[in-house]
């Protein structure tokens, strides 16, 4: 079975000729004439009726039977025909039993009793087509061969009659007795298609094949193709081998009893042994694959055939054969020698038994490599046939049939591996071979190498014996072809895999190649590397590559190899190879391979020979850069190349190259060419790139020692750019232009012909080169040598392609950089080379070209806008000093603003600005523009004109007009710049107005706030950013947070610093974890990456497994903020379980979600207080943004890490922490967030505390130990906030600096540089990379040891910014005096607007900036510089000071009052506003009163407004001649809100002081003065001499009395009574005197009865107070005292009198009986009822208010409390001053009319006595009262004078003498 399966699949048995086209038509049958031919099925039927017909003809003669069938032959191949092949005839068995028999009868009687050259002739003509005359044979032998296609049946019938042996006996005579004509008709071709495939379907058939075999005819026709006679017909031999073959395939049992008793297989052996030597080889070929195909064939059923072979010589025979084709070397390959090949080999696998050989295996074996025992698939089992293969390889020396043997082997190792191991084990072929390989021809040593070569990368095995010859081969005749091959091959394995390398090693190879390249350098150096002259063969220079290539590949991967060639001394010996082109690639290799064991000895030699090469020698330059950046991939390259002084190396490469660039170029430089000299500096910017990827030390090394601004000088000398800029220097103003973008100059510069001048055009590369350098991608070019100039694609797009490039670059170890974009720009991965950029900036102008290198310029300055775009690229720069660079290259186009480069350098320089710059820099940046100072002699002329005067007008009206400049030049002279000095020219004045414009418009893009926070507006804190997406990792590590120790424990094993004890762990009191925030980019949630502000790690002494004991961490998931004090393992995530997965113990975890309260880009202050409870428990909440967002009661951590309960008292406990993500849980994610400063405090902080804390916002940097509250004077000693012990670590960046692990063990102690280098993952001693140190800056303070700090770890994962923006840098170099000079020098609203915005962007998001302004008085200086100013002064400059007071918001934000110094001296001061345009007063007044008005922010504003003294600036405002009317009920408003948002007796008495002011002297009757028609808007309001002062004071008392009745003081009774003691009584009484206006004496009759309604001040008014307390109060803290109240010193020794207050109020009263609403509110005032609530009340009679009255009043008030009996007294004495004044008064004035109401409402008997407590004491009075109200009204004769009439009123009975009540 096994012959099966190697048998090839061959054809099936149809013969290539036997298709049926062009066969030659048979006779028609007749159809109806005129008709169309029948279908098929017509025709089918046609032919069933005639075969019918014909059957009936069966008792006729023969002669008609026969006639009659071929007459229905054509019919039926007509029917065929036209059924393409279907036959549809129920009677085919029938036709092809009567067919067949007799086209059977026909050949026998054509053969029969006939020679046999005749029989063959006969046969040809029965058969042959012969037109139109007699075809019968033609037409039976057609008709059978389309039957003998049909089916099996059909097939069985016709071989019973015969015909299948006559026919194998027709085909003996065609193929053995040819014709003697040899023209072949095309008929003839067709018969004998259709003849042979009637025998191969005759073969298919069991039926057939025993007829075939029923005679001799068979092994006659085999004999005969092996007699091979020359006179064979050879038309017929190709037919005859195919139906032998047919018969061969049939594989019948039958056919082999029937070949091995007729021998045919033993006679064509002999036969062919005979004739092989003379007959060609491929007949002789053709006739051996014969025979061996009946072998081959027959041996799955029996094995008789292939005996018979073996015993019958067959194997000498086949060696005989294929030795024949070893002659002159053939051009192809014959078709038999390969399948008699083929046949060789399937004879190799015919046998009884597997062969057994023993293992033989030498190791060691490639990994994949397994020998299997036993037999699986087809194995070899005939060595003779296998020998025969040997045998001829040995023997022949034609290449194609040494190949072909070659390929059978390894086609018998490609059906079994095992095979290779049996025949090598047994007869050795390739072991042999290896020795007559030499003598081979180089095809035949190629491909046997190769077949070497598969048995180590397809079988895995590695064959020690045959390579050991191999190897002795090459040792032998190291100069032949044949080992240069064998080298070639082994050169491959050895590249297989790394076990080679030892193998070769211990072999002695590696020492072979070692002693040639040794022998051949010599004879190299001798020869003075000139072997091309010397007419050294290729094949010598090859076999020398192939060596060096071969030693590449030994030491690639293997130290020890290595070792071996540093050993063998080498390395001079391969030097001398780098001066040959030939070997410079494989020697720099094997230098490279050099450089893992010692890396500095390769960076020397690479260096050295940089540096020592010529001047023409840049090829091998070029070459030694490109293996330089191959090296520079690794962190150890990188690190060798800065030891080895390989940055000094490559910038003295760039020095020589000096002026070699210019146009044009000097002598020394004519045979180089620009485009050469290019490719130099792009390699070595190139090496420069990759040393500086990603790798920290050299990227500190590089900017610390300068070579930044090193190489930028180098490239300024190679000559393509011009000279620095001059200042003055004249520049081309040509018309502007829109400069193309700069991708598309560079685009055009790296093209084959660019219209670019090349100077320009070289500029331009290497801008492009220094561009992908920043960028980070110019190293990872995979086409270094032909894409920047000669490829279509330019530098500038390198960042794009390289995220295409394949997996088979040769920089491996790079990173991917398509991953690295911020916020849609690419990332600044060298800030330092950009800076270059900006110095070669203006080195590109060339005055040649004027027009195209402004051009240039101004696509580089945008450019370079464009990469500093995005926030963090902006930080970067500022870290890397761009803006000194800045001010340093291009000052002379920052200070022209005619120059094209103005704007956008200023654009960049701000946008830099907004988040760091060096106060230095903003002065020399701020003095830009401003010219310098005045010499000594200037300023002597300068003085001398002033004091002779001038022309124009006397000095001292020149003083005075540079006196509006004055606040300026001061302040300027504490500003960044020179002193202004005041010119006297109109341009000088316009210039330093032009100036302040500009500095005041980039100070506003500076300082304007980019972050804003919920509450203020704030300057970014300095930070430390993390990012998840480069590294997956990147922290904060904090050493020796703490140590536990044992009671024996040494002391030494404790970090940290300080002089006190181990601080313990967990704290005893609880602790409280603060920190600022930003959450740049939260991660998804599928990358399940927690934000981990703060996890605290523990390990205990000699155990493995540290373990986390408190972590706060913000969940991905749902935002949520979790606080854990679980105990967990702290191990790699992968070996970690799931977090969602396990459950948290029980009161170990607070989870709260604080999504809703998170912000992306602000800001968020987070504290964690944890407050120990008793026993173990804890009480856990979390505050964001000083905002409690959830507690709960916790678990406290345990005393022991993990499950220890017990610790040995020499062991200790050492405590750490991280913040962020450290390296062990390495997971990459799109979280971006930053840190501010952070805290963490052993105590449990208050609320209160934490309210200040989140007040002081993220930039505060102190220890809380000198907090101010908010509002406090700065002066006083402030308070600690935390105890100094309690604060147990402080980081913040203000207290940070880069050190080294080195510095820290010499400057702290041993344990913590220990623990920081083992987390960085470096050496405790290493003293190179940069340790980034954030010191704790509590470590001063006393207390425990606390821990040094924090160091940052993850180079990509961890950002630094130190945050000094111009708003805060402003306050070092003279602050607000800066920004008060550029208001002093505006000279119009422009200029005033933006000096204004900039204060406001400065003191809006600067705290320091405002305490500064308090410090100078800035505030006063200000209001002083705008007063000077007022005519500048506009509604916008007034909005911005009402958002720098913090009151712009109203309506839409907080309206409260944030900056108290500009709302006291400027908003307050009203004389600033009183002439401004856009009537700003007015505005301000309304802004006062919505801000004082405000129900959320109004009581706070009001207490500003108390300290800014808003009362008395508003009263004095009444004395202003300017003040109008429509002002006064704006500000009366404001003293209203103020009063009632924030009440002070003070104001009020300032506020009572002017209501005296106001009254007029007793002299001038007030009564006369008509208020209503008196107020002219043209007099002012304070005139004595108008009705304004009366209204004016009216307008007062009304709003004091709504104020004081007002329901929103809320007032208390003791208030109230102080209120009213420090006015006094005869404040009150003064406005109720008889010639004060009526409406006063109302006014200030409801304010004083207000206050009476309170019993005791009612006792105390009616007892007596002291007089002038108001004056007394008034003086207190007034300096200046209003001219009408200023009188004579009171006499220190004079006592106070009482004013018996009642009595003087009846007296003033009485004056006012005239006026009706005196009467309702002494009414009011009996009846006890608020004098509130007579506001409501009718107006038009007295009547009808006593009436309204009463029905208003409380009944059950008065039935509880009683009338007043004080109020019925003033009613009494009122009634009586009525009486007396009716004596003297006509009757048309007599005022009884008021009288009479009264009584009739009031004084009922029955309701007086009722209501009135003690009636028994009143009712006397109440019943005079009634009788003086009903009495008639006495009349006074005419004539009688008044006193007659008093003296009746006295000497009345009823009235009595006047007296007190």
């Known amino acids: 079975m096994e012959a099966e399966e190697v048998s090839r699949a061959e054809d099936g048995a149809e013969y290539p000729g036997s298709k049926n086209e062009g066969q030659p038509d048979v006779a028609q049958p007749d159809f109806p004439h005129g008709g169309q031919s029948p279908g098929p099925t017509a025709l089918w039927e046609m032919l069933e009726r005639k075969f019918l017909e014909y059957q009936k003809l069966a008792h006729g003669s023969l002669a008609e039977h026969q006639q009659s069938l071929l007459d229905l032959l054509p019919l039926f191949l007509k029917a065929w025909e036209n059924s393409v092949g279907i036959i549809c005839f129920p009677s085919l068995q029938r036709l092809a039993e009567d067919t067949s028999n007799q086209l059977a009868q026909e050949i026998q009687k054509a053969l029969v009793g006939k020679p046999a050259e005749q029989a063959r002739e006969a046969a040809g003509q029965l058969l042959r087509w012969k037109g139109d005359v007699d075809q019968d044979g033609y037409l039976l032998l057609k008709s059978v061969f389309v039957l003998t296609g049909t089916n099996s049946e059909t097939l069985g019938r016709v071989a019973e009659s015969g015909l299948p042996a006559l026919l194998l006996q027709c085909l003996y005579l065609f193929f053995v007795f040819p014709l003697e004509k040899d023209e072949l008709l095309e008929s003839d071709v067709q018969v004998q298609r259709m003849f042979v495939q009637m025998l191969l379907n005759i073969c298919c058939e069991s039926q057939g094949l025993e007829k075939l075999l029923s005679g001799n005819e068979l092994q006659s026709l085999v004999i005969a193709t092996t007699c091979l006679r020359e006179h064979s017909c050879c038309f017929w031999k190709e037919p005859t081998f195919c139906v032998l073959r047919a018969i061969s395939k049939a594989q019948n049992l039958g056919i082999i009893q029937y070949l091995q008793a007729m021998d045919c297989i033993k006679l064509s052996l002999q036969n062919l042994s005979k004739l092989a030597d003379s007959l060609p080889a491929p007949e002789v070929s053709e006739a051996v694959n014969l025979i061996l195909g009946f072998v081959k064939d027959s041996y799955p059923v029996s094995s008789a055939l292939f005996l018979e072979f073996e015993n019958g010589e067959g194997y000498p025979l086949l060696l005989k054969v294929l030795l024949r084709y070893d002659g002159p070397t053939q051009s192809e390959v014959d078709p038999h020698l390969e399948e008699l090949l083929d046949l060789v080999v399937w004879l190799t696998t015919c046998g009884r038994s597997e062969l057994k050989v023993f293992d033989s295996v030498t190791y060691p074996q490639l990994e994949g490599f397994k020998f299997h025992h036993e037999a699986s698939g087809v194995t070899v089992k005939n060595l003779q046939a296998f020998q025969v293969l040997q045998n001829v390889f040995h023997k022949a020396s034609n290449p194609i049939l040494c190949t072909k043997v070659l390929a059978a082997i390894r086609i018998m190792w490609a059906w079994n591996a095992r095979n290779f191991f049996l025949l090598e084990w047994t007869l050795q072929p390739i072991s042999q071979f290896v020795e007559i390989m030499p003598l081979k021809a180089a095809p035949v040593q190629k491909q046997f190498f190769q077949l070497l070569e598969a048995l180590v990368f397809e079988l895995h095995y590695v064959p020690h014996e045959i390579l050991g010859k191999v190897q002795c081969l090459i040792k032998e005749s190291p100069e032949s072809p044949c080992s240069l091959v064998a080298l070639q091959s082994v050169l491959k394995i050895v590249g297989r895999d790394l076990l080679f390398t030892d193998i070769f090693r211990d072999s002695g190879l590696l020492g072979l190649l070692l002693a040639q390249l040794r022998k051949r350098a010599k004879i190299l150096r001798k020869s003075g590397n000139k072997e091309s002259m010397l007419g050294v063969q290729d094949t010598e220079r090859e076999l020398t590559c192939v060596m060096l290539r071969t030693v590449v590949t030994l030491l690639r991967g293997s130290v020890r190899n290595a070792v071996v060639l540093k050993d063998h001394g080498m390395v001079p010996f391969i030097k001398i190879f780098l001066d040959d082109d030939w070997y410079r690639g494989a020697s720099l290799s094997i230098l490279e391979q050099l450089s893992v064991i010692n890396a500095e000895e390769y960076m020397s030699i690479i260096v050295g020979a940089l540096c020592s090469s010529t001047q023409g020698e840049l090829q091998l330059k070029l070459d030694l850069l490109q293996s330089l950046l191959r090296i520079l991939e690794t962190p150890k390259g990188r690190a060798a190349f800065r030891v080895s002084s390989g940055f000094n190396g490559l910038l003295s490469l760039l020095s020589d190259l000096e002026g070699s660039l210019q146009e044009p170029p000097q002598q020394t430089w004519a045979m180089v060419s620009p485009s050469q000299t290019l490719d130099l500096v792009l390699h070595t910017l190139c090496a420069l790139s990759a040393a500086l990827h990603l790798d920290p030390v050299n990227g500190d090394f590089f900017k610390r020692n300068g070579l930044f601004e090193k190489l930028a000088e180098d490239l300024c000398l190679l000559g393509c750019f011009g000279a620095q800029e001059e200042e003055g220097a004249p520049r081309h103003s040509g018309a502007d232009t829109k400069a193309r973008p700069f991708a598309d100059l560079l685009s055009v510069a790296f093209t084959s012909r660019s219209p670019f001048p090349p100077k320009i055009q070289s500029c331009l590369q290497i801008l492009s080169f220094l561009d992908s350098m920043a960028s980070g991608t110019l190293h990872l070019r995979r086409d270094l040598k032909e894409s920047p100039r000669a490829g279509q694609d330019p530098a500038v797009n390198a960042q794009k392609k390289e995220a295409g490039r394949d997996a088979q670059g040769n920089f491996k170890q790079w990173p991917d950089m398509e991953e690295r974009v911020d916020e849609g720009d690419a990332v600044i991965m060298h800030p330092g080379v950009l800076c270059i950029m900006v110095r070669l900036l203006p080195r590109l102008y060339h005055t040649d070209h004027p027009q195209l290198s402004q051009e240039i310029q101004c696509s580089m300055a945008s450019h370079i806008q464009s990469l500093v775009k995005s926030e963090k690229n902006r930080q970067v720069m500022c870290e890397a000093g761009m803006l000194r660079t800045l001010m340093a290259s291009c000052r002379q186009a920052l200070t022209t603003s005619s120059s094209p480069l103005h704007s956008g350098l200023i654009r960049i320089f701000e946008k830099l600005a907004s988040q760091a710059i060096e106060p230095d820099v903003l002065r020399q940046f701020l003095g830009l523009g401003i010219p310098p100072p005045l010499s000594a002699a200037t300023k002597i002329l300068h003085s001398s004109c002033l004091h002779r005067g001038d022309p124009g007008g006397s000095g001292s009206q020149a003083a005075a007009a540079g006196t509006g400049e004055g606040p300026a030049g001061a302040a300027m002279d504490a500003g960044p710049g020179p002193a202004v000095t005041h010119t006297f020219r109109a341009s000088g004045t316009s210039q330093g107005s032009t100036t302040a414009l500009q500095t005041s418009l980039s100070l506003i893009s500076m300082t304007s706030p980019r972050h804003l926070q919920p ?758 004495e009122m009634l009586k001053a009525t009486m007396s004044q009716i004596l003297w008064l006509p009757c048309s004035c007599q005022p009884h009319s008021h009288a009479r109401p009264l009584m009739k409402c009031t004084f009922s008997p029955q309701e007086a006595l009722e209501m009135t407590p003690g009636n028994g004491r009143s009712l006397p009075v109440c019943c005079i009262s009634l009788a003086v109200c009903t009495a008639p009204t006495p009349r006074i004769p005419p004539g009688e004078p008044r006193s007659s009439s008093r003296r009746w009123l006295q000497s009345s009975s009823l009235w009595g003498p006047t007296r007190s009540p």
Not at 1104 to 1132: I, R
Not at 1200 to 1216: A, I, K, N, T
Not at 1564 to 1580: A, T, Y
Request: hydrophobic share 40%.
């Open 1015 to 1772: 509450q203020r507006a704030v300057l970014a804190p300095s930070f430390v950013e993390f990012d998840m997406s480069m590294e997956g990792y990147g922290c904060l590590f904090i050493p020796t947070l703490s140590t536990v120790m044992g009671s024996s424990t040494e002391y030494l094993v404790s970090g940290g610093i300080g002089t006190g004890a181990a601080r313990s762990f967990p704290p005893s009191a609880g602790l409280t974890f603060s920190c600022w925030f930003l959450i740049s980019r939260h991660s998804t949630v599928l990358e399940g990456h927690p934000l981990r502000f703060l996890t605290l790690v523990r390990h205990l002494a000699r155990t493995e497994q540290p373990f986390v004991c408190l972590s706060v961490s913000l969940c991905p998931d749902d935002l949520s903020l979790v606080v854990s004090t679980e105990e967990k393992a702290f191990q790699p995530l992968d070996i970690m379980e799931p977090e969602d997965d396990p459950e948290p113990s029980a009161g170990r975890q607070l989870r709260v979600r604080c999504g809703q309260l998170l912000a992306c880009g602000q800001w968020h202050h987070l504290a964690v207080v944890v407050t120990k409870e008793m026993k173990r428990n804890c009480f856990v909440s979390t505050y964001l943004d000083g905002q409690i967002t959830g507690s709960a009661k916790m678990l406290y951590i345990q005393a022991l890490p993990g499950p220890f309960l017990s610790m040995d008292p020499s062991s200790f406990v050492d405590v750490y922490g991280y913040i962020a993500t450290p390296r062990l849980w390495k997971q990459k994610s799109s979280l971006i967030w930053r840190l501010g400063p952070t805290y963490l405090f052993e105590e449990a902080i208050s609320v209160d505390t934490l309210e200040v804390i989140n007040k002081l916002g993220p930039r505060y940097c102190g220890n809380f130990q000198a907090v101010h509250a908010q509002g406090v004077d700065p002066d006083i000693e402030a308070t600690p906030l935390i105890a100094e012990e309690k604060v147990s670590f402080g980081l913040h960046l203000a207290s940070s600096s880069t050190t080294r692990v080195t510095d820290i063990r010499n400057t702290y102690s041993e344990v913590d540089s220990r623990l920081i280098a083992k987390e960085m993952n470096i050496s405790s001693r290493d003293n190179a990379t940069p340790v980034f140190l954030l010191r704790n800056c509590a470590g001063h303070l006393s207390g425990s040891l606390r821990t040094i700090g924090a160091v940052a770890v993850g180079h990509l994962g961890v950002r630094v910014f130190h945050s000094i923006p111009a708003a805060s840098s402003l306050d070092f170099i003279g602050g607000p005096t800066i920004l008060l000079g550029l208001i002093s020098l505006a000279t119009d609203d422009h200029t005033m607007y933006a000096a204004v915005k900039v204060l406001h962007s400065v003191l809006t998001s600067n705290v320091m900036c405002d305490h500064l302004m308090q410090h100078i008085c800035g505030y006063q200086i200000m209001a002083f510089l705008l007063r000077k100013k007022t005519s500048l002064l506009n509604h916008r400059i007034f909005q911005l000071i009402l958002s720098i007071a913090g009151t712009a918001e109203l309506g839409f934000g907080s309206s409260a009052v944030t900056n108290v110094g500009v709302f006291q001296h400027i908003l307050c001061n009203f004389e600033l506003w009183t002439n401004t345009a856009d009537s700003l007063e007015l505005s301000l007044f309304s802004h006062l009163a919505e801000i004082l008005r405000s129900p959320r922010e109004g009581p706070r504003n009001a207490e500003v407004a108390h300290q800014a003294q808003l009362i008395p600036k508003l009263v004095f405002l009444f004395n202003e001649p300017g003040l109008t009317f429509s002002k006064i009920p704006t500000i009366i408003a404001i003293l209203g809100c103020q009063l009632r948002g924030h009440f002070s007796i003070q104001d009020l008495l300032r506020i009572g002081l002017f209501v005296v002011y106001t009254l007029k002297p007793s002299s001038v009757n007030e009564r006369q003065i008509c208020v209503d028609g008196g107020l002219d808007s043209s007099v002012p309001a304070g005139s004595q001499t108008s009705g304004k002062t009366i209204w004016l004071r009216n307008q007062l008392l009304e709003m004091l009395f709504s104020v004081i009745s007002s329901s929103q003081l809320h007032l208390s009774s003791e208030t109230k009574e102080e209120m009213f003691l420090s006015l006094g009584p005869d404040w009150f009484l003064l406005l109720v005197q008889g010639h004060v206006h009526p409406s006063t004496t109302v006014l200030g009759l409801k304010l004083l009865l207000h206050f009476l309604a309170s019993p005791s001040l009612r006792g105390r008014f009616k007892d007596g107070l002291c007089a002038g307390s108001w004056v007394e109060r008034s003086l207190e803290g007034v300096d200046i005292v209003i001219d009408n109240l200023k009188s004579q010193a009171p006499t220190p020794d004079q006592s106070p009198s009482l004013l018996p207050g009642f009595r003087v109020l009846k007296d003033f009263l009485g004056h006012h009986v005239h006026i009706p609403e005196v009467y309702l509110i002494v009414s009011t005032f009996f009846l006890q009822t608020p004098l509130t609530e007579l506001t409501d009340g009718p107006k038009d009679s007295l009547d009808a208010m006593l009436q309204w009255l009463l029905q208003k009043h409380h009944n059950e008030e008065v039935l509880r409390a009683g009338l007043c009996t004080e109020g019925i007294l003033l009613l009494l």
